[in-house]
């Protein structure tokens, strides 16, 4: 199995940057894809980004060269680092990662922007 923790998220105003960190743990080996996804308030969850395990990366129109996904192999961690965010992007972020037998979800992370 394998178990997600995200962290990062917060409040930023409008144009400012964080970063979310995914860590996770167990059969990490299992893992072929990993993504960020998204549910803004009152919305359904969607895709932002994914990455995978040979490091093909993939984002949503709305936040391509804003948004930056990659993986650290060696500290079994996945990071979406954010800028020039906007209001749009307030949501509860939540890391995702795909294996043969299991689609595995964390327990997500607010994000708030601020106009």
């Known amino acids: 199995q394998v178990q997600l923790v995200e962290s990062g998220g917060g409040l930023v105003q409008a144009g400012g940057s964080l970063r979310l960190s995914c860590a996770a743990s167990?059969?990490?080996?299992?893992?072929?894809?990993m993504g960020w996804y998204r549910q803004p308030p009152g919305k359904q969850r969607e895709l932002v980004a994914t990455?995978?395990?040979?490091?093909?990366?993939n984002y949503v129109d709305s936040v391509k060269g804003r948004f930056t996904i990659s993986r650290d192999i060696a500290n079994d961690t996945m990071y979406l680092v954010m800028n020039s965010l906007k209001p749009e992007d307030t949501a509860v972020y939540y890391c995702n990662a795909k294996t043969i037998l299991s689609n595995v979800w964390g327990q997500g992370t607010q994000v708030t922007v601020s106009s």
């Open positions: 167990g059969s990490i080996f299992s893992i072929k894809t």
């Open positions: 990455i995978t395990s040979g490091g093909t990366t």
